[in-house]
């Protein structure tokens, strides 16, 4: 694949994009959405992705994340539009359709991006959560500690506390208990888990914890692939299909792919989640590549 960098307009910084080697025929377009904890333009699950798609005839776009500017995540509705200018930018540079692909929160705001335009041609999301935010955290954190063997006692604290400390943010919980309960969640040994900062956060932190997804997925009509990691972790996966397969109904999207990736989590990767949340490209699990290959040769932009 031949690499170059192309401005992208409203967006800081310059995009990378990644084409197919010459002789190779463009089927279209992709660009790139970012998980929570990975805002960068180059990274493994993008490299990953445009070693795989170019070779099929796919350009490849990625960019840093605008970063928020309280410091908290960055909307879903900023990074929907910063997708659009991306699915603009690239179909300038390459004249084919475009679609986007998402990874985990990337995947909300591709959602998002999809059922406001229809210049998006398809959509490829893995681990597409399709609840809130407020409740995927909840899941997660409850599923890290029942696979970390913590009793049902803890389990209950847990959401307690999540539950307290998420009506803070809402601006209409009890703080003084909120306070409490997180003071003595700080002692506990799986608060390092838990998600939560040892101090109580003022109210508004969290500007899309109750963002309700199934809406927008009703309001998707393109194309749509979904990945989730058989032994998934971070979102309910089955919750997250059903709400897909109920939009699908209201739009009657027939082109809605579920995939179950064995031997995958949230991560496409073969063994434990990652904690430097850089994992090689050669961890990333074959069932995963071969899902995107299988589906985007049968996809042209």
Not at 39 to 53: D, G, K, N, S
Request: aromatic share 8%; hydrophobic share 45%.
């Amino acid at each position: 694949m031949r690499t170059a960098e192309v401005a992208v307009p409203t967006l800081a910084g310059a995009a990378l994009m990644r084409t197919p080697d010459r002789g190779v025929p463009l089927r279209g377009g992709v660009v790139a959405l970012h998980g929570a904890s990975w805002p960068e333009r180059e990274q493994p699950l993008f490299e990953h992705l445009a070693r795989t798609l170019t070779p099929l005839g796919y350009a490849v776009l990625s960019y840093d994340r605008r970063p928020a500017a309280d410091g908290a995540d960055t909307p879903l509705d900023v990074q929907a539009a910063d997708a659009l200018a991306g699915v603009a930018a690239l179909q300038a540079e390459v004249d084919a359709q475009v679609g986007v692909f998402g990874f985990s929160q990337g995947a909300w705001a591709a959602a998002l991006a999809a059922s406001r335009s229809a210049e998006i041609a398809f959509l490829a999301l893995l681990g597409c959560c399709g609840v809130s935010p407020a409740v995927q955290m909840r899941f997660y954190t409850d599923e890290l500690l029942r696979r970390a063997g913590y009793d049902a006692d803890d389990r209950a604290r847990l959401r307690t506390l999540r539950l307290a400390v998420e009506d803070v943010l809402r601006g209409k919980g009890d703080r003084a208990q909120a306070a409490d309960l997180l003071a003595t969640a700080v002692t506990r040994p799986w608060f390092p888990v838990a998600h939560l900062p040892p101090q109580l956060p003022p109210a508004g932190g969290w500007h899309d914890m109750d963002y309700d997804p199934e809406p927008t997925f009703s309001a998707v009509k393109c194309p749509t692939l979904l990945m989730y990691g058989a032994d998934e972790e971070c979102v309910p996966a089955d919750a997250s299909k059903a709400a897909w397969q109920r939009a699908a109904q209201v739009t009657g999207n027939p082109d809605l792919t579920i995939v179950d990736l064995p031997g995958c989590g949230h991560f496409p990767i073969t063994g434990q989640p990652p904690t430097d949340l850089q994992p090689p490209i050669s961890d990333i699990n074959p069932t995963y590549t071969a899902a995107l290959q299988t589906w985007f040769a049968g996809h042209p932009g």
